[in-house]
Structure formats: C-alpha cells, structure tokens
C-alpha cells in the first residue's frame, strides 16, 4: 500500500528540546518520524512501523506516528535532517525552501532509520 | 551555591527574563520558570571538548590547538572566492557584528537562519511595513489573539502565559477569561486545542483566505464563494466580525505563511489585512521568531549594512536580494565554495541539495555542540555558549532589546574572540 499525502515539516517540542543534543537517541526519536491520522496510519499499518517517505526530492525511513489533529492525507515530519532529505530545495526566487506542501509517497518498509551521522554520509 | 535571579532564557524568541538559575562549582543544578526547551538547552549537553581538523570529509577527526583551528580558517576562507558565512542565530549582537567585519573583509555573502523561518516576513516588511507592538502592549491590551500558521504550544511554550493568551495586564485582568482566542491552521495542533475558534485550512490556501478576509471586510462579501480554501464563507464572516470588533486584535504568525506556497506574499497579504482593520479597530501583527537572537542579527545587519539579511559583499559594497543571495540560493547553484557555519546548523535544516554540496566544500563550524553541521565540516572549534555562559545583547521576537546574562564561567573562549583572531589572520594572509 502506498499512501499519497501533502508533507509537511514544522517544530515540536521534543525537537526543540534536543535540537542541542542532536547525537542523542532522544533527537532521533524526536525527529525521524512521520505523523498521519489514525485513519491514514491503518491504511499502512501500524503505528511503530517504519515507513519510506518518498519525493521528487528525495527519499528517507522514517517511524510511524499517529497524531489526529492531522486531516486526511496530511504528512507532518519534525524538522531536522530527516525532514530535510525530502523536502523541496527550490526557493521560488526569494531564498525559502519548500518545507511544506510536498507532494509525497509513504510506504511500509522494513528498512532500518539511518543515524544523522549515516544519513548526512549519504550527502558525502 | 549560588542563585541567579531575573535570568534570561537563551532558546527562543520569547526570551524570558524572569529565570532562577542555581549554580555549584561553577555548574548548573537547577533551572526554574523555564519551559521544557529552555530547560534542555540550560542545562546543557556533551559539548565539543577541543578545535578539530581532518584531512578530508570521509577521515576521523583529530584534536588541535586553537591557534592551528584559526590559522586553517582562515587560509580556507582567504582562498575562496564565494565564501558564505551563515547561522548567527544563537549567538549575541556582539558576535553579529565582528561576523559582519570578516564578511566585510572577505566579500562574503552573510546570512541567517532567518533564511529558513522569518526572512520572507522581512520580505513583506519591505512591501508595506509591521504595524506591530510590544509584547508589553499586548499582554495589557489584547482583547482577540490570533495564531496563524504558529504553534506556540510547542514552539513558544510560555508566550501564551507570559505576553498573550493567558497573561493579565494593565486593561487585560480577567487574563484568560477576557479575550477571544483564534487559531488558523492546517492541522488541529495542541495551540488549536486551547483556541475558541479553530479555523482549519487547507494547506497552501492562506493567501486565498487572506484575500477572503480582505474582501468582507471591505464590504464586497458579495464576491466571496461558499467556501474559500477549505473554510466556509460563513466562518470567514464571523472571522471578520470578531476581528472588527475587538478592542485590541493581536496577530502572530509562524511557518505556516512564510514556509507555504506563495511565501512572502503570504504576509505581504496578511500585513494588508491588518492595515485595513486599524480603520476599524486597533490591530498589530508579530512574527513569532524562532531563535532568541535571530531577530538582533536582522538589526545588527541592518544597521551595519543596510540589509536584514543575505547580504552579499562580493562587490564591495553591500547588495541584497534573496532568491539571489540567499544561504540556500547559493548553495543549490554551487556557487559557494568554502563556508562558515556559526551559532546556527546548516547541515540539520537545510534541504539536501544545500548539505550535499556543503559535503563537497571546505567547511568550518564554530558551535559549542556536535551537529549535522560537524559530519560535514573540515575544522571545528568550540566555542562558549551565549547566554549561558556569555553575555550579551539578544533582540525579543518584538524587536526589545534585551542584556542576556552570564550564569557561569566559560570553559571555551567565546565567538567574539575567535572571529577577531580569524579576521587578523585573513588579514595578514592577505598581506593587509
């Protein structure tokens, strides 16, 4: 099942609260995650699972999170590195980069979320 | 043991001044008043211990001195010809400024981290100005508060308590209980949850509704259809309706506008929205800004160089024009080639078309933490934590100025003194 969904990304407060402490399993935890409604999380699974969340920009694992204040087909990731592997770079002529409004793909995968030490070696 | 009474919180825009900060050997035990991200950041993390260097992105790094941290500094940012020195944020005015001097002397393109947050409110400012207020003001006068596109339940814990939802003031002493709470957002968020109208939107439509807004109040409701981006028209009337008739309209407004399609139009739109209601009613508008001090290098930058931001000195004089000169503008086009990344991390929230090329040019990082920004940079040197262990001037997200205060002694020298020995040296390389 693949799930067609408009991203988003945005602060929070456990992301905010380890944006300092960003080699910690509290930031990755905080911020590797993708949030659906609950009606969206039961067309893939469960809450928990890793999901692969694809653009046309990008494509990054992340964990399943539910959060019902998201409407229907709306995908919310905490900023960070994680978001930023799919958002879109395109500044639209005056320097801001799509962070919100991504057109996206998510799907069940049973590939492992990378650490922000993989993730950005992956840019090497 | 000692007690810091009155202390100013160094995370974000709201910077709180009322902290009690308790200390023992020169280390922080206890901080109180602050919320859960002051807190955090106060208390402090593992820290960087020492400079280092690497040989190239993919080697381990090794521990040098200081001085051998300046020295390569500044030999990679004499060589290059499109240097960009970026962050500043969680750093004071005084680093702002010496940072200002070595992009000056470098021709340097230097911009903040309001590149990815506030500058396209800058941008609107531009347009048709901020008809704002102080904090103050609004804790004691507001009557109707308006989150659009802002969470501050999350971003901004204590900016409810302290200056708006609940805070009682001078004319506002049922705190509460006396004003009309109103939240625009595309998900019901916690901020949402406390609201007395929650205005869902879908997302991407704040300009149309904006427009909406604009057109009803200005007596052409006639126009509006049924439903304009996903709100109906019927809400959208008595939208306007509260917004004319209250005593004093506060309006705060966060990513959702300047990070959504149509960007600094967004609040170009908004800012006109309350212009028109100021012939009704009193209305301002604040930008809820993200760092503490993001909104002092906006003014140190603009005092020093006439521009808030993404300023380009490669000319020899200042020129500005995001969408040209903007950190991430410069980045895609791999037009930079060796950057400076400062009090603020490039490699976390930039896209990753901007990081993969940061992995591909020399980089330095001054921070007193291990970011993103270190996987990819060449020479890092830590540095002391402003606010913390640093003081200094930092602008509130309302444009006070406030003296962030020191809580104890440093263990790394500050920004200040690293930028100086970076630019003499630039200097010297140059043979100035």
């Given at each position: 099942?693949?799930?067609?969904?408009?991203?988003?990304?945005?602060?929070?407060?456990?992301?905010?609260?380890?944006?300092?402490?960003?080699?910690?399993?509290?930031?990755?935890?905080?911020?590797?995650?993708?949030?659906?409604?609950?009606?969206?999380?039961?067309?893939?699974?469960?809450?928990?699972?890793?999901?692969?969340?694809?653009?046309?920009?990008?494509?990054?694992?992340?964990?399943?999170?539910?959060?019902?204040?998201?409407?229907?087909?709306?995908?919310?990731?905490?900023?960070?590195?994680?978001?930023?592997?799919?958002?879109?770079?395109?500044?639209?002529?005056?320097?801001?980069?799509?962070?919100?409004?991504?057109?996206?793909?998510?799907?069940?995968?049973?590939?492992?979320?990378?650490?922000?030490?993989?993730?950005?070696?992956?840019?090497? | 043991?000692?007690?810091?009474?009155?202390?100013?919180?160094?995370?974000?825009?709201?910077?709180?001044?009322?902290?009690?900060?308790?200390?023992?050997?020169?280390?922080?035990?206890?901080?109180?008043?602050?919320?859960?991200?002051?807190?955090?950041?106060?208390?402090?993390?593992?820290?960087?211990?020492?400079?280092?260097?690497?040989?190239?992105?993919?080697?381990?790094?090794?521990?040098?001195?200081?001085?051998?941290?300046?020295?390569?500094?500044?030999?990679?940012?004499?060589?290059?010809?499109?240097?960009?020195?970026?962050?500043?944020?969680?750093?004071?005015?005084?680093?702002?400024?010496?940072?200002?001097?070595?992009?000056?002397?470098?021709?340097?393109?230097?911009?903040?981290?309001?590149?990815?947050?506030?500058?396209?409110?800058?941008?609107?400012?531009?347009?048709?100005?901020?008809?704002?207020?102080?904090?103050?003001?609004?804790?004691?006068?507001?009557?109707?508060?308006?989150?659009?596109?802002?969470?501050?339940?999350?971003?901004?814990?204590?900016?409810?308590?302290?200056?708006?939802?609940?805070?009682?003031?001078?004319?506002?002493?049922?705190?509460?209980?006396?004003?009309?709470?109103?939240?625009?957002?595309?998900?019901?968020?916690?901020?949402?949850?406390?609201?007395?109208?929650?205005v869902?939107?879908?997302?991407?439509?704040?300009?149309?509704v904006?427009?909406a807004l604009?057109a009803i109040l200005?007596?052409?409701a006639?126009?509006v259809p049924e439903s304009v981006g996903?709100v109906s028209k019927d809400a959208l009337l008595k939208l306007v309706d509260?917004?004319?008739?209250?005593?004093?309209?506060?309006?705060?407004?966060?990513?959702?506008?300047?990070?959504?399609?149509?960007?600094?139009?967004?609040?170009?739109?908004?800012?006109?929205?309350?212009?028109?209601?100021?012939?009704?009613?009193?209305?301002?508008?604040?930008?809820?800004?993200?760092?503490?001090?993001?909104?002092?290098?906006?003014?140190?930058?603009?005092?020093?160089?006439?521009?808030?931001?993404?300023?380009?000195?490669?000319?020899?004089?200042?020129?500005?024009?995001?969408?040209?000169?903007?950190?991430?503008?410069?980045?895609?086009?791999?037009?930079?080639?060796?950057?400076?990344?400062?009090?603020?991390?490039?490699?976390?929230?930039?896209?990753?078309?901007?990081?993969?090329?940061?992995?591909?040019?020399?980089?330095?990082?001054?921070?007193?933490?291990?970011?993103?920004?270190?996987?990819?940079?060449?020479?890092?040197?830590?540095?002391?934590?402003?606010?913390?262990?640093?003081?200094?001037?930092?602008?509130?997200?309302?444009?006070?100025?406030?003296?962030?205060?020191?809580?104890?002694?440093?263990?790394?020298?500050?920004?200040?003194?690293?930028?100086?020995?970076?630019?003499?040296?630039?200097?010297?390389?140059?043979?100035?």
């Amino acid at each position: 099942m693949t799930l067609k969904v408009t991203l988003i990304t945005g602060r929070t407060i456990n992301q905010g609260a380890t944006i300092e402490n960003k080699t910690s399993s509290d930031y990755m935890e905080a911020t590797a995650c993708c949030e659906l409604n609950s009606k969206d999380v039961a067309l893939l699974g469960k809450p928990g699972a890793n999901v692969r969340v694809k653009t046309k920009h990008g494509e990054v694992v992340v964990k399943l999170k539910e959060n019902n204040g998201n409407p229907d087909g709306l995908a919310f990731i905490p900023m960070g590195p994680w978001a930023n592997a799919v958002v879109d770079p395109d500044t639209k002529g005056c320097g801001m980069p799509g962070f919100k409004g991504i057109p996206a793909e998510i799907e069940v995968t049973n590939d492992k979320i990378l650490l922000m030490k993989e993730l950005i070696a992956r840019y090497k | 043991m000692a007690v810091i009474t009155d202390a100013l919180c160094p995370f974000c825009g709201c910077v709180c001044d009322d902290l009690t900060i308790v200390t023992e050997n020169n280390k922080i035990t206890e901080v109180k008043h602050a919320c859960k991200l002051g807190a955090a950041k106060i208390m402090g993390h593992h820290r960087i211990k020492a400079p280092m260097m690497r040989k190239d992105k993919h080697s381990e790094f090794k521990e040098v001195s200081y001085e051998e941290a300046i020295n390569e500094a500044a030999r990679i940012l004499s060589n290059s010809k499109r240097p960009l020195l970026y962050g500043w944020a969680s750093a004071v005015c005084e680093v702002h400024k010496k940072g200002i001097l070595l992009a000056e002397e470098l021709g340097a393109i230097i911009d903040n981290t309001a590149t990815v947050c506030h500058a396209p409110s800058t941008l609107a400012v531009h347009e048709k100005g901020l008809p704002s207020a102080t904090l103050g003001q609004i804790k004691n006068r507001a009557d109707v508060i308006v989150f659009w596109g802002s969470n501050p339940v999350h971003a901004h814990p204590r900016h409810m308590g302290r200056y708006s939802v609940f805070a009682k003031g001078l004319f506002s002493e049922k705190g509460r209980k006396g004003r009309k709470v109103i939240v625009l957002d595309v998900r019901k968020t916690e901020t949402a949850n406390m609201a007395d109208e929650f205005v869902q939107l879908e997302q991407g439509s704040d300009y149309l509704v904006v427009s909406a807004l604009r057109a009803i109040l200005s007596g052409h409701a006639d126009v509006v259809p049924e439903s304009v981006g996903g709100v109906s028209k019927d809400a959208l009337l008595k939208l306007v309706d509260t917004l004319k008739t209250g005593k004093f309209v506060g309006i705060f407004f966060g990513m959702g506008l300047t990070q959504s399609k149509s960007r600094y139009k967004n609040i170009d739109n908004a800012i006109s929205l309350v212009t028109e209601l100021n012939a009704f009613t009193k209305c301002v508008i604040t930008p809820m800004r993200g760092h503490y001090n993001v909104t002092g290098f906006g003014n140190v930058c603009a005092w020093e160089t006439g521009f808030a931001t993404a300023v380009d000195f490669s000319r020899g004089a200042p020129y500005y024009n995001p969408g040209e000169t903007a950190a991430n503008d410069v980045l895609i086009r791999k037009e930079t080639d060796a950057a400076m990344i400062i009090a603020g991390d490039a490699g976390a929230h930039f896209p990753a078309d901007s990081v993969r090329h940061l992995a591909r040019i020399p980089i330095i990082q001054i921070d007193p933490y291990w970011n993103a920004t270190t996987e990819v940079a060449n020479v890092v040197i830590p540095v002391a934590i402003c606010g913390v262990e640093v003081e200094g001037t930092a602008y509130r997200m309302d444009g006070v100025s406030l003296r962030m205060r020191k809580m104890i002694e440093p263990t790394h020298p500050p920004d200040t003194e690293i930028l100086e020995k970076i630019t003499e040296r630039v200097k010297v390389l140059r043979g100035e």
